[in-house]
């Protein structure tokens, strides 16, 4: 009810309408984080926003998507390794060092490590591709793919 989803025990079983759900409340998510705002503010006032059908329904929150991704048997991990990476995908280098960042602090492990991998090899096909990215200020995008690396083979050799 929290999430306007409702479907049956045999539809909960399918991982790909639970991959359908949580797709859309990730984008409804990073619609409302993708404006300029506090960070206090985007999680602590609730935001509205008018669905397809007409319905005025709240957006995701951190909290909602954590909340979220139990229900739907995914792990925080697993819910921000897809966040970090989807942050990539669209350019947003400097979202996706700061959410691999934490991931490499709170969750030390080889999953970890895979991300870190991932992220490290696409940014190398980013560059390559000369795509458009958002980076930090004054960072040294080689160096940054040079650290994730390292930080993934640590992760993933421990």
């Known amino acids: 009810?929290?999430?306007?989803?409702?479907?049956?025990?045999?539809?909960?079983?399918?991982?790909?309408?639970?991959?359908?759900?949580?797709?859309?409340?990730?984008?409804?998510?990073?619609?409302?984080?993708?404006?300029?705002?506090?960070?206090?503010?985007?999680?602590?006032?609730?935001?509205?926003?008018?669905?397809?059908?007409?319905?005025t329904k709240t957006i995701s929150t951190e909290a909602g998507l954590r909340r979220l991704g139990r229900q739907l048997q995914r792990t925080e991990q697993e819910l921000w390794s897809d966040l970090a990476l989807r942050a990539l995908g669209v350019g947003k280098v400097h979202k996706a060092l700061k959410?691999?960042?934490?991931?490499?602090?709170?969750?030390?492990n080889t999953n970890t490590g895979k991300v870190l991998f991932t992220a490290a090899r696409t940014l190398c096909q980013m560059l390559e591709a000369d795509v458009p990215m958002v980076l930090p200020d004054d960072s040294d995008l080689p160096m940054v793919i040079h650290d994730l690396a390292c930080q993934a083979i640590t992760l993933c050799h421990s």
């Open 99 to 108: 959410i691999l960042s934490e991931l490499y602090e709170h969750h030390y």
């Open 1 to 55: 009810e929290d999430f306007d989803v409702f479907f049956t025990p045999s539809n909960y079983e399918d991982p790909n309408i639970r991959k359908q759900i949580q797709e859309h409340h990730i984008t409804a998510y990073e619609n409302t984080h993708g404006r300029p705002s506090s960070k206090a503010k985007a999680t602590t006032t609730p935001v509205v926003a008018k669905d397809p059908d007409g319905k």
